[in-house]
Each structure stands twice: as C-alpha cells, then as structure tokens.
C-alpha cells in the first residue's frame, strides 16, 4: 500500500461519514417559527409572470435612493398641481349653436329719454350687462360717448356695438367684461344695423343703409378691415349658416327701400318694400344666388332664421289670402312645411329654440298678440301662451338655455319673461328699450 492508496481509502470513508443522513438539535426550533410565518403568494414573484432575463436584470441595476424617489414624486405632483390650475383657469365657452347657459342681457341705457309710443327709436347711450334673475347691473361700455346696438358673439366673449361719430357710425368691439374697445371700421358709415358674429368668432356681418339701399358688409374681428359684399342686390337680415358659418343667407331685393326693413325687426316692421327673396351667399361674397322667388311684399320673410342644424330654414310670407304663416324651408328654398294659428290671424316674427326642436311665434289679430309655440315637426298641437300683448312694436326670442321666451315691448315699454310650455309669465325687473341681446355661456 502506497500513500495514494491510503489517501482514496481516507476520503471514501469521509464521504461516506459526511453523507450520512443528520437532523440537528434545533431542527425543532426551526419548524415552530416558520409555522408562524405567512407564505408569500405565488402571484406576487415576477418570476411567475416575467421572463427569467427580465427578472434577473434588476439584481444587475443598482438600487436608487429614496432621496431621489421622494424628490421625483414630488416634482411630479407639482406639475399635476400646475396642470390642473391651468386648466381651471381657461374660460370654457359654448358650441356657436344648440343650447347653452344664460348670461347677462346687454342693454342700452339710453342719455335722454326716449317717448316710444308712437314710433320706436333706437336707443344710444351706455351698454349695460343685466342680470335677468336680479336685474342688477354693470357697465361694459361707459362714458360721455353714445353707443347702442350691442351684439355678443356666439361663445358669450366679446361684444360688438355701434358708435355714433362725427359723420356718421362706427362698429367697434369689446371684452364682453369690459376694457378698451376696438374699431372695426374706420370711416364713418352712414348706420349700421344687423349684426350677426360669425360662428369662429372671426367675422360680424352688418348692414349699411344708403339711398334706399342695404348694402352687406363683413368686418373682421381682430379690426384688420371692413368691406361691403358685391351682391348685385340690397340685402338685410344677414344669418351665418350653421355650424361653420360658410355661407350667409339674407333677405334681398333688386328695389328700392330696403334700406326702411333693416331699420326695424319688431313683430310687425317697414311696410312697403317689394321685389323680396331669399339669398345665399358665401362669405366671401362670391356665388350669391336667390333660393325663393324675388315677389315678397311688405312683411314678408321679416323674421329669418337657421335650424342650429342647418338644414332648415324657418321664415314667414303671406298665403293667397294675404294672410302671414310660418313657414319651414330647406336650404334651397323649398317648403316643407307651413303653419299658423288658422281663420284671419298672421303668424309672424317666428323663432327657433335653441335645440331646433321648437319654434316660437306671435299669432296677430288687429292690435292684439298671443305668443304659440309648437314643435318644428309638427307632431303636437300649438301650446297658446295667456299673455295678451297690445301693440305690434315688440320683439321675441329664446333665453340661450330654451327655458324662457323674452318680449321687449317698445310702444308700452316693458320686457317680459314667458313659459314657452305655458306656465305663467312675469315681468322682468329691468326694461330693455331695445333689442335683447342674451349672452351665452358653457352649460
């Protein structure tokens, strides 16, 4: 035997001896603690749901330091908190068209006073903001100047007026809170009538009388310029078409004296104009084009306007009988559907509400007036409101939210609010002498 073979002999043995099965002492000890001890669930090693590769890399990736995680939660919730006054802070306004919130009335408080009971006078002095719930005010344009005619744009954010100036008007525009004004025309123009803002807020549309005609103009809104439509024909009554505002219809005429039906859009307005139809044209005046016959008379299609959609037209024109009746139009002129009150009344000065769902108007007889209000298809009867007004000199429209209808009467001056679904009216506790012009808001 040689020292090798001893050496094999000694590390068998020991393998043997060390292989052989031992429970240590404390193996007791062992058992009782981990009995203890709540085993982790099986979903919560990424091992079971990650590739191996992936699992491993992160014992490869140094730890990062708390210090630094706190500072980036930190900067994070920051910037969360800046967005979110920043967002806040932005001015939500309406959709140009359909429903929206009621804001203020914008009201001419006249500098003299007005007797409007025979003949009606546009009122000029300072522009007022109404609260129609209160009827407290405030000031939009102020000072010795005098102004009129407000107009507020489709989002409620800006307002246009007319202001009187040596030789003539001027059209300017203002933060619908207040603040400078801005001319949107520079010379003089001989009136100013009819404003309707654009639906992007970019353009008001006007008419101008002269010599017995009523010539459309655009004004640009940042007050770049000013300049009349070469229509070939007098125009009043200007309405952007929803709900881009490509097209402007109007009530146009080829005669003399329309320059008297722009004056005036109460319940009954000029009598004597001739030769009328209704236009289109795109706003940047090209392809005007008569959509009705150009044999309108008097009071004919006095109240013009779109269906939010812009796919209706709602207007109003004598029968055979002579007799006013509303009627319903597609956008090239052809009737779809005619109503009114029957027997001898007129049913003029009709307006839609701002769902396009509804339709209001005053259904004449002599001196008296009832306002109905019926639904655009047709598939209800009329719902007569009690209110009995006196006196054609008066004005109608819906509050922005479609819950009231407002009348300015003009020869017995008074504003009115009315339940269009035939609940009682009130009078308001302001009167607004001319035109109401209501704010819209974001619902």
Same mark, same amino acid.
């Given at each position: ?224 310029? !000013? /300049?009349?439509? *070469?229509? +070939? ?9 929803? $709900? @881009? &505002? ?90 779809? !559907? /005619?109503?009114? *009150?029957? +027997? ?9 509400? $701002? @769902? &396009? ?87």
């Amino acid at each position: 035997m040689n020292p090798s073979d001893r050496l094999e002999r000694d590390l068998v043995t020991w393998f043997a001896d060390s292989a052989a099965p031992r429970v240590p002492d404390y193996r007791d000890d062992i058992v009782r603690t981990a009995a203890r001890v709540r085993q982790r669930p099986r979903w919560t090693f990424p091992e079971r749901w990650l590739p191996m590769r992936v699992t491993a890399l992160r014992r490869e990736v140094a730890p990062v330091p708390w210090r630094t995680i706190g500072l980036l939660a930190a900067l994070l919730l920051l910037l969360l908190i800046a967005a979110a006054v920043f967002v806040g802070g932005q001015h939500r306004v309406p959709a140009p068209f359909g429903p929206a919130a009621n804001g203020t009335i914008a009201s001419v408080q006249p500098a003299t006073a007005i007797d409007s009971t025979n003949s009606y006078h546009e009122p000029f002095g300072d522009i007022l903001a109404v609260d129609p719930t209160t009827g407290a005010t405030t000031t939009i344009v102020g000072g010795p100047e005098l102004d009129g005619e407000p107009a507020y744009s489709r989002d409620g954010t800006r307002l246009s007026f007319v202001r009187q100036v040596e030789g003539g008007v001027r059209l300017f525009a203002v933060d619908a809170r207040g603040g400078t004004p801005m001319p949107l025309t520079q010379a003089p123009l001989p009136g100013i009538r009819e404003q309707a803002w654009s639906p992007d807020g970019r353009s008001v549309a006007f008419t101008v009388p002269l010599d017995g005609r009523s010539d459309l103009w655009i004004a640009a809104a940042d007050g770049s310029g !000013a /300049r009349a439509l *070469p229509l +070939g024909v007098s125009a009043v009554s200007p309405q952007w078409r929803p $709900p @881009d &505002g490509g097209e402007l219809l109007f009530v146009g005429s080829a005669d003399a004296g329309l320059d008297d039906l722009g004056a005036y859009h109460g319940i009954f307005g000029a009598e004597g104009p001739t030769g009328l139809g209704l236009y289109r044209v795109r706003q940047d005046g090209s392809r005007p084009r008569l959509i009705t016959s150009a044999t309108g008379t008097n009071f004919d299609f006095l109240s013009t306007s779109w269906t939010p959609d812009g796919q209706q037209i709602v207007t109003h024109r004598a029968d055979d009988a002579g007799r006013q009746r509303v009627l319903v139009l597609d956008p090239d002129g052809h009737e779809l !559907a /005619r109503m009114g *009150p029957g +027997g001898s009344a007129d049913a003029l000065s009709p307006v839609v509400s $701002p @769902d &396009g769902r509804r339709i209001a108007y005053a259904s004449a007889l002599g001196d008296s007036w009832r306002v109905h209000v019926r639904r655009l298809d047709g598939s209800e009867p009329d719902v007569v409101l009690d209110h009995e007004f006196t006196g054609l000199a008066a004005t109608l429209h819906w509050s922005p939210d479609g819950k009231l209808l407002v009348v300015n009467h003009h020869f017995f001056p008074a504003t009115w609010l009315l339940d269009p679904n035939g609940g009682p009216d009130r009078q308001a506790l302001f009167t607004d002498p001319g035109f109401s012009e209501w704010q819209r808001l974001a619902p």
